[in-house]
């Protein structure tokens, strides 16, 4: 089985920054893409950011310019930095995994994390 946890929110003034980690663990035998998500209150979840095990990432057309997704497929973490944030970013953050376990590795799932909550007020 394989899990992810999510750290690094908080709050934050407009204009501030925050980084947002992620780790996958458990019985990984590969990882493809990874990503973030989000979802504010009373909206859908939404894509962020997403990156593939070969470094490309693709992005929100509303973080473009301001958030920066990477990842290091030695330690399966990926993380978000975050800056120039403004309040419309306020959301739960998830992390999702694209993972095949020990027990199944040609079969590929998608891992979620709990989420962590990031704030944006002044």
């Known amino acids: 089985q394989v899990h992810v946890v999510e750290s690094g929110g908080g709050s934050v003034q407009p204009g501030g920054s925050l980084r947002l980690s992620c780790a996958a663990s458990g019985m990984i035998f590969s990882i493809n893409d990874m990503g973030w998500y989000r979802q504010a209150p009373g909206k859908e979840r939404e894509l962020v950011a997403r990156i593939t095990r070969g470094g490309r990432t693709n992005y929100a057309g509303s973080v473009k310019d301001r958030f920066t997704i990477s990842r290091n497929n030695a330690e399966n973490t990926v993380y978000l930095q975050m800056n120039s944030l403004k309040p419309e970013d306020t959301a739960v953050y998830y992390c999702?995994?694209?993972?095949?376990?020990?027990?199944?590795?040609?079969?590929?799932?998608?891992?979620w994390g709990q989420g962590t909550l990031v704030t944006v007020s002044s």
């Open positions: 999702c995994v694209e993972s095949s376990s020990l027990e199944t590795p040609m079969k590929y799932l998608e891992v």
